[in-house]
């Protein structure tokens, strides 16, 4: 087991940037050019970029938040935390927030599972290995709006064949008009989208896995799936830790364009995310102030997730 | 060890199929007519209606002004990939060049400040990111659909990453040598990170390519409008006909999600290394 804390699976570029609290004490390099007005000149468009068009942007958010705009532009009026609290209050809102918790642990759960289920054998197998590497990792470079457009095709009511398949159960399914229909085409197709990318890190992770260790658990233990859960999974929990949180990341916000291209501008009875629900309050609905709000609630769960990291990180740096 | 393991070969195919179907799908009911496809469903097998369907998606004058043609969309979708890659790469290198290899006050500070952005992705604050493009007069521009996308420190930590592992020797030789920071930048460092910048162009391309909501917030004239936003706009179109354009919808899926398989398909090992090595 001290093996594999000396090789760290292979997300460790983004793991470490992410874990380490800004740049070691130390300066980067042991010689550095003592220039004091270049490296501005080489920083500054980075800077400006970010400035105009993170710092600026987030600022206005925090401060809206806290005004309600008039919608035809005249003025607005500070009205302290009562976006907030209409927000949390709002039944509406509540709703959308249980859907949006189990769309998110859904898609995670499945995509993280078939992800690492494909990577396993993926690994396992010699014949074809580059074949099934290459089928498995192509739908990486799909746009969820792409993906969402397949997705209605596969449930249209008179193409689609699941809907064939539902109707030959006797089942009447109608994505895009049935509530749970909906919700069950999105998630889907959000886990389909994603399955590639959990797959590519759960592979490398298993390839980093030294050898050693391998035919060490080999011989310690002749049961496959005993063999797995605790030799290898264990060595494979940073990989899957760093995982978990893209995903729900990905579940809370990179779904957008499958949930809008779904919904196709009907979020009447449909299913929705909060983050969608921020864009349709804000440009369908003209409420700045409470998308503003939103906004800024979803800020503090993405920054709640990054923070989880961050120390879970850190212990097992110094435990691991 | 290597013994052929059946079980194992199911569950890939399997998941082959489950992965690649709805694209095969996508490509082959693509090359039918409108009212094959809505008689007879999806299709497996080629049909004889490519030529005609894929002209027509990518030539005919389409939308409201009868500006916007799928060529015109497909430019755009390039332009955003490619200018967003070349973009990310020019501005992170530079900044992980100043973080990594100068010694000034507030290098920790300035850190923090592009780090940051590594926290809160564009769609949460997409409302206000919209309101300053309004107020600088960027929308509809392809500043206004490339630039703000660039906001996030993504390229920076990679090259970052990788400017501390090249070995610190080369810096002390070329200063033995006498190469000053642009010397030591054009000639030694460039050239040494010419793979991370292939593997980061890939990422990006795709990334920018594939975006989705910024780009139909930011362009209402159809000369701006890239694949993506095209096919939100096919699917409006449908309400309320009788048989829709299945074939054209399809081909338009696939023109928007075959640059990026081939260049992923193409060049995984490097996308590959590029998304997870941690050790070079």
Redesign the interface.
Known sequence: MRDATHH?A?????????SRP??APE??????????L??????A???A??F???Y???V??IT?SFYIEDPFGFGSTFVGIDNYKDALGSREYQRIAGFTALFTVLVTAFSLG?GL??AV??D?????RTS???????????????AG??G???F?Q????FV?LAAWFGYDMKVGINYWDTAFAMILVSV?KQ??YNF??FL?GLQSIPASVREAS?IDCRNGFTRFRTAILPLLAPTAFFLLIINI?YAL??T??VI??MV??KPANNPMTL?YK??ND??RGND?GG??AQ?VI??VI??VL?LIQFRWLERRVHYG | MNRIKPFDHIILILGTLFMCVPVLVAVMTSTHSAVDIHMNGLYLTPGDNAVGTYQTVLTRQGGFTGQVTGLTMLMNSLILGIGFAVGKIVLSMAAAYALVYFRFRFATFLFWIIFTTLLLPLEVRIMPSYQVMSSLGLLNSYTGLIVPLLASATGTFYFRQFFKSVPDELLEAARIDGAGPWKFLIDILIPLSKTMMAAIFIIMFVYGWNQYLWPMLMTTEERFFTLMRGIKQILQVWIGSQIPDYNEAFALAVLALLPPVIVVVVFQRWFIRGLTESDK
């Open positions: 760290p292979p997300p460790g570029l983004i793991r470490r940037w992410l800004g740049p300066p980067a390099k042991r010689v550095q050019f003592d220039q004091p270049l490296p501005w000149l080489f920083l468009p980075q800077l970029v970010i105009v068009f993170f600026w942007p987030s206005q958010a809206s078939l289920l494909f054998k993926a396992k197998v010699i014949r074809g099934y590497r290459t089928a498995l990792i192509a739908v990486y470079a799909i746009a969820p709006p792409v457009l397949m209605m095709m596969l249209d008179h193409i689609g064949p064939r389909w399955v590639p590519i890190f490398s080999v990341t916000f990179d957008f364009a809008d291209v196709k501008d983050v921020v864009y804000g440009f700045i998308s503003a906004s979803l800020m993405v920054l990054t």
